[in-house]
């Protein structure tokens, strides 16, 4: 357990229906990171903040996708209107200014 | 290009024996080179890294070593055990970015 949590693990919805994913860093963490994994793959950067302040977005980080993290604290992933292809491990990571990097269990997302 | 190639894809070895997993990249300007590694269901946890300016690095049972004219690394599991069965992904970092692999499964028959 590296101390970063995630919320939900699993998670299964309909195309078309609205998810947020929810992950919590490591308190004296300022930096935080998603990434998407799909199967047989690495990790894939989406984006990530600093403190409050999200500084990097993807190509891969359609108008569907936002997040946020509001308070510098926790930060949420939310996918619009999702689709098939979103199906995948959304993974969660923290770190203090750019050392080591500590990835949380992750929220797997099937898109029915 | 911003791109790491790992191979092999899969990796089969015997209890006792060494795993020798080989990236590559591209972009002369990555200067972490991490090693993760990660079990079903989890996410990746950080294994070894080292930085271009080092040719080798050691942490018990493994290895990184970095050839930087050739632009390639590789890890090194000495004896290694059932236990380290797992998927093992190269990484490289420019900045705050990190760049995986595509991953090596990692299976050691006991």
């Known amino acids: 357990d590296t101390g970063v949590s995630q919320d939900p693990r699993h998670k299964i919805t309909k195309r078309g229906q609205n998810v947020t994913f929810r992950c919590d860093p490591i308190?004296?963490?300022?930096?935080l990171y998603w990434y998407r994994q799909t199967l047989g793959q690495g990790p894939e950067f989406l984006t990530y903040f600093q403190n409050e302040a999200q500084l990097e977005k993807s190509r891969l980080l359609s108008d569907r996708f936002s997040a946020e993290r509001p308070k510098g604290s926790f930060s949420t992933l939310e996918i619009q209107r999702t689709e098939q292809g979103d199906s995948a491990m959304y993974l969660c990571?923290?770190?203090?200014?750019?050392?080591?990097?500590?990835f949380g269990p992750g929220t797997r997302l099937l898109v029915l | 290009q911003q791109q790491v190639k790992q191979s092999p894809q899969s990796l089969i070895v015997q209890k006792g024996g060494i795993s020798i997993i080989n990236c590559a990249y591209e972009n002369t300007a990555f200067d972490y080179f991490p090693w993760y590694q990660q079990f079903p269901g989890k996410g990746p946890a950080l294994l070894i890294a080292i930085r271009p300016d080092v040719s080798e690095k050691k942490e018990g049972r493994f290895t990184i070593s970095f050839n930087k004219s050739a632009k390639q690394f590789s890890l090194h599991i000495m004896d290694s055990q059932p236990g380290d069965s797992a998927t093992y992904f190269c990484?490289?970092?420019?900045?705050?970015?990190?760049?995986f692999g595509k991953g090596t499964r990692l299976h050691i028959l006991p």
């Open positions: 308190s004296e963490h300022n930096r």
């Open positions: 990484a490289a970092s420019l900045g705050d970015k990190i760049i």
């Open positions: 990571a923290s770190s203090r200014l750019q050392e080591t990097q500590y």
